[in-house]
């Protein structure tokens, strides 16, 4: 008799694996492990034999050169190695879907599978598209992320552990292509202090390996074409993606393939054809190696690759198309992993490196001017920028310790070295009347080639401890140290999940933490790049105050500022930070429907603002880090799931953010902006009172499927300005917003199996089942108005007036898959 023995890696017996018993590559015998972990194999003919043991979402292992004797009983043990995906969360106590409360910690997150994100109407090519679909991110009307109501600078992206936000801004760039994902997770205020570098949130991407037989995989392989008054009048857009991925030796080494080629004809509605587009034009490739030498070591090596340019970039009514900048940009990110099971110990370490760019240039050398009811002339900045990162990552995560309990300890350190490297021009600007007389011009001058490194170490330890089967705390520190900043900062966290009733259903979290954010490096350039010298005009031309020169001033925060924070007295000594606490209960109605309901409160301080003021005695441009905000949110999410992996997601979020409108990156962004007003703290731009949304997948008779989405929220806020460009009133206040939006969506999917069409035309029989996916998408099928844009200068002759409505709109699509 053989008896087989299969455990996972916390040497708890795992159940259903499947066996099979080989002899010269045929296979002589099967089983599956009972709840044991255990199966039996009668004793077979003396000789060499190798067994296998696979399940879904385990490493396929393999137990080969096993000598049976004649009459010789032998036993065999497998560990079983959850199958690596890059970003994976590694944590001892995965977070696995079929993970108990207790086991998913004090902050579980919002995931987004991929399949799901591919069938809703959104239409997500890369991982940025889909984050609209999770509460508490929204899109603006200008294409803009907004996660917990701030700049996605102010979160975390990582893939396979590493960072890859773009070391000059802290942006997201382009993110990595849909169809490699497996699942996207997006955590609000993880208390696990392996997570740094953010305030806001953390969005954790894990990448799907290549199976175990070769998949291909064609979608959108047909433009859409734009047509106008009943004639064709070109292309709209073109996004043709293709995947293909598989093994290249049989349980060891794995290929896998994902690129997309984009052009993207953007449409302002209040403009006239054809100087109404902004044309983007990009390439996303991700490639994937996985490499599994035995069953205690796997490598991944990653490579993703997204160059991209765009014509007419932020094209309105308003900045019709001479007045717009024109950008090409690249990102490359490499990443290696390695990964080893040592006894019940993981070791994991990783190597990243990041290169990214940009060039952004005007349509002419003209000057830009400034006026109530639209901007004229050419865009008045031009850059060109390359930054890079180098990052090592260690992670030793132990076996439980069953002490007081079970804890579950994890350690770890990265180091990171970045630099920056840039030159940023200027030409004049001028702000006019609405009959054009001049009130104000800004000119430039000074400013050079700017070059900056950072070097920054962080460690962290942390302790899920599951003290009784129904209470689990979550306790770590999290230290870091930024080189240009001069800073040490220490941030400790803990959470907690408690199950209070006996049957372990319902299931209370809370939890308090610091949170520190990066400090990017495009701040200590602000010195380099060209200071204002601003003059102000009166009737006639006459000049009534200046000509005034704003020096580029970085300043310095107090040393005493907060205990949690070491830093040295000298200029640019920034770490913003959060302190951030939940509560939570959830709780499964029924086997189909969970609901889940928090209350978030985080309090940022020492954001970085650009202010005019005086400093010094002289007219300067203050970077400083006296910045604050203040979010408030309230979420009720639940998810009605049934059978055939058919499910609905209803979510509702009551949220408020106030803070400093001179936001670092309007200033020293890709795309800055050329006016410094007076600063305020008030609601911010994406301060979103009320958002319903409601998504997912239902079947439909005939083998197709619908997935809806229903979005209803409050008006974004807006600024009333006046002839010069000032203020009027309270900016963005709860009386200056755009009329609620509200938006139905849906995508009819079906699905045809073409396997008797190709042998039929191509007399060829195929393996494996091939079929085309058709789809028809709707948008706004109530066409409901949802104006972009407003005139919103009191001197406008239209003040007041929204406009820019998307209408309904039709698409379909086709995708090959076999």
Do not use: C
Not at 298 to 314: D, E, L
Not at 435 to 455: H, K, S, V
């Amino acid at each position: 008799m053989i008896r087989i023995i299969t455990l996972d890696e916390s040497n708890r017996p795992a159940a259903a694996v499947r066996l099979e018993l080989r002899r010269a590559g045929a296979v002589v015998g099967s089983a599956v492990t009972n709840e044991k972990g255990e199966a039996e194999f009668p004793l077979p003919a003396p000789g060499n034999y190798e067994i296998a043991a696979a399940k879904e979402e385990f490493e396929t292992l393999t137990q080969a050169d096993l000598t049976i004797a004649a009459g010789a009983p032998l036993e065999v043990r497998f560990v079983m190695v959850p199958r690596i995906k890059i970003g994976e969360k590694m944590d001892v106590t995965a977070s696995a879907a079929s993970a108990t409360p207790l086991e998913q910690g004090a902050s579980p997150s919002t995931d987004l599978q991929r399949q799901q994100v591919k069938d809703s109407p959104v239409r997500a090519t890369n991982v940025a598209d889909a984050l609209p679909l999770v509460p508490g991110v929204i899109r603006t009307d200008q294409g803009q992320l907004k996660i917990s109501g701030t700049s996605e600078s102010r979160s975390a992206m990582l893939v396979n552990s590493a960072d890859v936000t773009d070391p000059a801004t802290g942006q997201f760039g382009m993110t990595v292509p849909v169809d490699v994902v497996n699942t996207i997770s997006v955590f609000k205020t993880p208390y696990l202090a392996q997570y740094g570098r953010f305030t806001a949130g953390v969005v954790s991407v894990e990448t799907r390996r290549g199976g175990d037989k070769w998949n291909f995989e064609l979608n959108d392989p047909f433009p859409e074409m734009r047509y106008l008054n009943g004639g064709l009048r070109g292309l709209r857009t073109f996004t043709p993606r293709i995947i293909f991925n598989g093994p290249l030796i049989a349980n060891k080494l794995w290929f896998s393939q994902g690129a997309e080629y984009r052009i993207d004809k953007r449409r302002v509605l209040a403009l006239t054809f054809p100087n109404n587009e902004t044309v983007t034009e990009s390439v996303n490739s991700f490639t994937q190696v996985d490499y599994v030498p035995n069953a205690t070591h796997s490598v991944i090596g990653t490579m993703h690759v997204s160059p991209r340019q765009a014509q007419f970039f932020n094209l309105d009514f308003f900045n019709q198309r001479p007045v717009t900048p024109n950008y090409r940009a690249r990102d490359y990110t490499g990443v290696f992993g390695d990964r080893w099971t040592l006894g019940q110990n993981l070791l994991e370490s990783a190597v990243s490196i990041k290169k990214a760019g940009i060039d952004v240039w005007a349509q002419g050398a003209g000057e830009m001017t400034l006026t109530p009811v639209g901007n004229s002339g050419n865009y008045f900045n031009s850059q060109d920028r390359h930054s890079s990162r180098y990052e090592l990552i260690e992670t030793l995560s132990l076996k439980p310790v069953n002490s007081a309990g079970s804890h579950n300890l994890k350690f770890g350190a990265n180091i990171m070295r970045s630099h920056i490297d840039g030159l940023y021009e200027a030409r004049p600007v001028n702000i006019t009347n609405t009959q054009g007389e001049l009130l104000r011009r800004i000119e430039f001058t000074g400013g050079g080639e700017y070059r900056r490194a950072d070097l920054e170490f962080a460690a962290f330890a942390q302790d899920h401890w599951l003290i009784t089967p129904k209470l689990a705390l979550d306790l770590g520190a999290r230290a870091e140290r930024q080189g240009v900043t001069e800073t040490f900062r220490i941030a400790p966290r803990a959470g907690l999940a408690w199950t209070p009733f006996g049957n372990q259903r319902t299931v209370l979290r809370g939890g308090y933490g610091l949170f520190y954010d990066r400090v990017p490096l495009n701040i200590y350039a602000f010195e380099k790049i060209p200071e204002q010298v601003m003059t102000t005009y009166g009737p006639g031309g006459v000049i009534t105050g200046g000509p005034r020169r704003f020096a580029n001033v970085i300043d310095r925060v107090a040393i005493d500022d907060t205990p949690f924070v070491v830093r040295d007295d000298v200029k640019g000594n920034f770490a913003p930070y959060s302190g951030t606490w939940t509560v939570e209960v959830e709780h499964p109605v029924s086997k189909n429907l969970r609901v889940r309901a928090n209350y978030q409160a985080s309090n940022s301080y020492g954001l970085m603002t650009v202010t005019p003021t005086t400093f010094e005695g002289r007219d300067a441009l203050v970077l400083g880090g006296g910045g604050q905000a203040r979010y408030r949110q309230f979420e009720v999410m639940s998810k009605l799931s049934w059978r055939e992996n058919q499910s609905l997601v209803f979510s509702y979020v009551r949220s408020r953010i106030r803070g400093n409108l001179n936001e670092l990156n309007n200033y020293l962004g890709n795309f800055p902006f050329p006016l410094v007003r007076s600063d305020q703290y008030v609601n911010l731009p994406a301060d979103l009172p009320h958002r319903f949304l409601a998504w997912g997948t239902v079947k439909l008779p005939w083998k197709a499927r619908v997935s809806p989405l229903v979005e209803w929220r409050t008006g974004l806020p807006y600024a009333v300005l006046d002839e010069g460009q000032n203020y009027v009133g309270q900016p963005y206040s709860d009386k200056t917003r755009f009329p609620k939006f509200f938006s139905l969506d849906a995508r009819f999917i079906r699905e045809f199996e073409i396997n008797e069409v190709v042998r039929n035309l191509f007399k060829r029989k195929l393996k494996d089942p091939t079929s085309v996916r058709v789809s028809v998408s709707v948008y706004n099928l109530t066409n409901h108005f949802n104006p972009t844009s407003i005139h919103a200068n009191v001197v406008d002759p239209q003040f007041g007036l929204f406009f820019g409505q998307n209408k309904r709109r039709f698409r379909v699509d086709f995708d090959l898959v076999f």
